[in-house]
């Protein structure tokens, strides 16, 4: 059975900093591209930012410069480095790998 578990998030001030992870397991997984994904209240879902096996990376135009996407392929997991966060990057950030889903990690900004 795939499991996918994120941690990190959190509350943060305007201009702060989380770090999200996100662990896979699953017996004879091949882990290959994952991403981050986030829905905020009244909105949908929508992609944060993706990564291949081999680390190419893609982001949303809203948090390029700010979000890095980066990945521990010994250990299947993700991770996401949030720096200068704003109050409209609130919501549940989700992990991804195609067919799957985490439950998802809250992070509010204050301003």
């Given at each position: 059975q795939v499991q996918l578990v994120e941690s990190g998030g959190?509350?943060?001030q305007t201009g702060g900093s989380l770090r999200l992870?996100?662990?896979?397991?699953?017996?004879?997984?091949r882990v290959d591209n994952m991403g981050w994904y986030r829905?905020?209240?009244g909105?949908?879902?929508e992609l944060v930012a993706t990564i291949s096996f081999y680390a190419a990376t893609n982001y949303?135009?809203?948090?390029k410069?700010?979000?890095?996407?980066?990945?521990?392929?010994a250990k299947n997991?993700?991770?996401?480095?949030?720096?200068?966060?704003?109050?409209e990057d609130?919501?549940?950030?989700?992990?991804?790998?195609?067919?799957?889903?985490?439950?998802?990690?809250q992070v509010t900004v204050s301003s």
């Open positions: 959190g509350t943060v992870s996100c662990s896979v397991s699953g017996s004879g997984l829905q905020a209240p909105k949908r879902r949303a135009d809203a948090v410069g700010r979000f890095t996407i980066s990945r521990d392929n997991t993700i991770y996401l480095h949030m720096n200068d966060l704003k109050p609130t919501a549940v950030y989700y992990c991804n790998l195609p067919g799957y889903w985490g439950r998802g990690t």
